[in-house]
C-alpha cells in the first residue's frame, strides 16, 4: 500500500492542481492511522 501511496504522490507533484489533495489525503490517511493505533494501546 505504502509503495502505491508514493507512486501516486510522485506522480500528482507533477501537476500543482492534484498535488494539495493528495497531501490531503495522505494527511488524513496517517492521522488515521496514528488515532487507530493509539486506541488499540
Given amino acids: 500500500m ?3 501511496d508514493t ?3 510522485s506522480q500528482y507533484l507533477r501537476s ?3 498535488a ?6 495522505t494527511y488524513f490517511f ?3 492511522k496514528v488515532i487507530l493505533d493509539i486506541g488499540r494501546s
Fill in 7 to 9: 507512486g501516486n504522490a
Fill in 20 to 25: 494539495v489533495p493528495t497531501y490531503a489525503l
Fill in 16 to 18: 500543482p492542481a492534484g
Fill in 2 to 4: 505504502g509503495g502505491t
Fill in 30 to 32: 496517517l492521522m488515521l
